[in-house]
């Protein structure tokens, strides 16, 4: 049984700890949180984007911690899951490593590339084993276009085009600090850059250009440089100031005898393809591609069940891995160092 321990009960917290009682083996004993009502299984005020609304928990046989560091001496958790604010992941996972604890952080890793360094010190000094919660390769539309890559039957990459963009989230605390979230490039951009550094490796440049709010990028498209020539990737992502559309995103994925191409986007709270997952062939054909539910709880169940059957198999995860999470926070800060500079930045 891995046992484990849920430090942070906001959104985040409370979908991890409803996907935990859905896998074998694996069990929830303890949670953390500031807030009182919460340990007393009051969820009621937990909302997000997406999934159940929070209700009343039964927490009778979950040990209940207001503080951290007492979590964290618990000798009987195997596990630490973060879900809080991500300017405390990297002291956490830290903390949690040195105490003998194996790690799943939240995305991003950390808010910037030398404390997500530090996290993958601590995890190779302590023979701890560190995921981070990058959850997009999970979703049907990202896994089948992995897996369409990854066969080979349509040649090499050539590149891709990926779009991820939202209405400005102002009911959420403190999205537009720099110190504690990151805004839109760590929040929100974060997920297609872990997927084109899984995709296409790390680049070797970036050019940014849109705007910023504050010191934060607001709205923005980057051009991504790779040392092999052939290679032409970019991104478009950020906030725009109407509610109307609530969450866009989607991909078009070139290879050599293939175009894989896919949106979807919520429009007044309904959400719809703008163009359903579709692979383009050399031959003309159009095919549909039959994808699993995309219900966004069954990608966090299948995110977890890889941590845990990873725990067990004491092996690593190719998509949670560290280092590419750190590649995909590194690359994120060379963009926003662009953006503000308006030149081309080597990464």
């Known amino acids: ?31 953390c949180d500031v807030i009182k009502e919460r340990l007393t299984g009051d969820w009621r005020g937990i909302k997000g984007n997406f999934g159940p609304l929070g209700k009343r928990m039964d927490l009778n046989k979950v040990d209940v911690y207001s503080s951290i ?21 990297a002291d956490v996972a830290i903390k949690a490593m040195k105490e003998g604890k194996d790690v799943f952080s939240e995305k991003p890793m950390s808010l910037c590339a030398v404390d997500c360094r530090r996290m993958l010190n601590t995890s190779e000094r302590t023979g701890k084993s560190l995921f981070v919660g990058q959850v997009l390769p999970f979703f049907p ?13 349509y040649g090499k990459l050539l590149g891709g085009s990926f779009k991820r963009v939202i209405s400005d989230p102002s009911w959420l605390t403190h999205y537009w600090s720099a110190e ?3 805004g839109p490039m760590l ?12 995709m296409f490796g790390l680049p070797s440049a970036v050019i940014t250009h849109g ?32 509610q109307g559309r609530v969450f866009d995103h989607g991909f078009e994925i070139h290879l050599e005898q293939a175009t894989l191409t896919f949106e979807f986007a919520v429009i007044r709270d309904q959400g719809k393809y703008l163009c359903p997952p579709t692979l383009f062939d050399k031959s003309g054909r159009a095919q549909e591609a039959k994808l699993v539910s995309g219900d966004p709880m069954n990608a966090f ?11 067990r198999h004491n092996r690593r995860s190719p998509i949670l891995n560290p280092r590419i999470a750190h590649d995909a926070v590194l690359l994120c800060e060379k ?8 030149r081309k930045i080597n990464i």
Request: aromatic fraction near 8%; glycine fraction near 8%.
């Open 1 to 31: 049984m891995i046992r484990v321990g849920i430090a942070g009960l906001g959104f985040m917290g409370m979908v991890h700890y409803l996907t935990y009682q859905k896998l074998r083996g694996v069990k929830v004993t303890a949670i």
């Open 69 to 89: 560091d007492e979590m964290l001496s618990n000798p009987d958790l195997d596990l630490i899951d973060i879900t809080l604010p991500p300017f405390l992941h």
């Open 141 to 153: 539309e990202y896994s089948w276009a992995m897996k369409v890559v990854q066969s080979g039957k």
């Open 180 to 182: 504690q979230v990151g």
């Open 187 to 198: 929040d929100l951009h974060v997920h297609d850059a872990h997927f084109i550094t899984l």
């Open 211 to 242: 705007r910023m709010r504050g010191d934060l990028a607001e709205n923005w498209h980057s051009l991504f440089y790779y040392d092999d020539l052939d290679l032409k990737v970019h991104a478009t992502s950020g906030t725009i100031n109407q």
């Open 301 to 311: 169940a299948t995110e977890l069940e890889e941590v845990a059957t990873c725990l």
């Open 335 to 342: 963009q926003t160092q662009s953006l503000r500079q308006g």
